[in-house]
Structure formats: structure tokens, C-alpha cells
């Protein structure tokens, strides 16, 4: 998640035609509170307020999102609300953590804290883009930093474990990775380097040898094609597809395209 720009809005009333948009893709940037509440509950117009009051003091690092439960009932429905007020948060695409009813204002900002990012994940924030942007050192510097501060934080471990990798350090990146494990991003990265390593095998040989040479090589649509002639034979061949459908990552076109062959393949 990017860290949240100061001066952002804080609050904004959401409804059934743009929840996934200023809710859902939102919170991959910042954290998102919603408040389903309506008009007539009384316990709505008490925990509003304070709701209110605690995003405008945090200035954007996340946003109060009001949901009037009678006039959108698509969302409310989806998400079976039954009891209001009922606050929900969503981090990264996802609902992380709900409570019902008015909560005193010490307990609303204890929960709200636990959604928010630490000054070691803004630094880490900070070192991804320094990544991202190439500049290699700093990212690493940073990296070390927060695991100095904080060694068990996830951004900057699966950062570190990037750089290693691209480095050529594969066991120490697997190391760290594999601490991490089950994130799907750490899941993600030793799936590359495995698949990094099939460029040092001979693939000369067997056929899945063969298609993980060319899946080393990039050329993943060859890899995939010569992996699904060889699964009868070769069933370990389901492992290598499934490496290559983790580097290339979900929404990929390739991975949509050949996960249901896989599956027809199999069953």
C-alpha cells in the first residue's frame, strides 16, 4: 500500500454505483472506513460524529466512507447488514475487521490505529519507491533501516529479499521469502527465483526440461504449451505451470488463458 498524501479527502459519501471504486481500489492506496448508518438510528448520529472527527485529525492517512444503508441497499445486502451502526475496513482490496454499535471514542481510535501504517512502513513506502525508481543503494539502506527498527516488518523483508534476488543473492532471498510465507507476495518471489533457476539446468533433455529452459528464457507462452503436452507423462509438470502462473501473477493474460486448461487438463 502507498503511503496516503497529506490534505487528501477525509470523508465522502459512497453508494452502490461507486463502492468498489472509492472503497475497494482506494483502500490499495490507504485504508478505508465505512460507516453504513441511516438516518433514523440513534446510535448512527452518536458514532458519526466521532468518526468524523478522528479522520479529519489524521488528515487523510485513511477515509471515512459514509454508506446510507435505505438508499443503497445493493451494498448494504452484499455485505449483510443487519445491525447499524456496523464499520467495516478494508486495506488492500479486502475487508479486514468490522465492529457494530457505539463504541466509546478511546475504542474507535485504538481500532482505527491498527489499520494504519507505522513510521516503519512509511520508510518502507518510502524505500519501494526508491526501488521501483532504480535507485538500488537507497531502496537498500532503507530496507535495513527499518528491519534495524523493526525486524519483522513484511514490506521491508520481501523489499530486501527482491533486491538479493535481483543480485544474484538466491539464498538469502529464499531465506527471507520463506519467513514471510504464506504471503502471496513472498509466495510470489520464490516462485521467480525458482524459476530463475531453471535457466542453470540442462534443458536438453526431458521435455519439462526443455519447457522450463524456454520459461527462464521469457518465453512463456512456448513454456506453458510444451507443459500441458508433457502433465500426462510428466506430472510434476503441474508445480512448474503453477510457478509460472505465480510469476506472471493473476490477472495476467497468460495465466487467465492457460489456468483453465490446466484445470481441464487435470480433471
Partial sequence: MEAARSGERTVVEVGDADFAERVVEESKRRPVVVDFWADWCGPCKTLGPVLEKVAEEHNGAFLLAKVDVDANRGVSQQFRIQSIPNVWAFVDGKPVDQFVGAIPEPAVREWIARLLPTEADLEASRALEAEREGRVDEAERGYREVLAEDPSNRAA???????HASGGELDEARRMAS????DPEAERLLAAIRV???GSEDGSGAALGQAK???AQGQWRDALESMLAVLTEQPEAREAILD???VLGDDDPLTREYRPRLAAALF
Avoid: C, I
Fill in 213 to 215: 529452459a524456454l520459461a
Fill in 157 to 163: 523483508t520481501l523489499g530486501l529479499a527482491r533486491l
Fill in 244 to 246: 509460472v502462473f505465480a
Fill in 196 to 198: 530463475s533457476e531453471w
Fill in 179 to 182: 519467513s514471510l510465507l504464506p
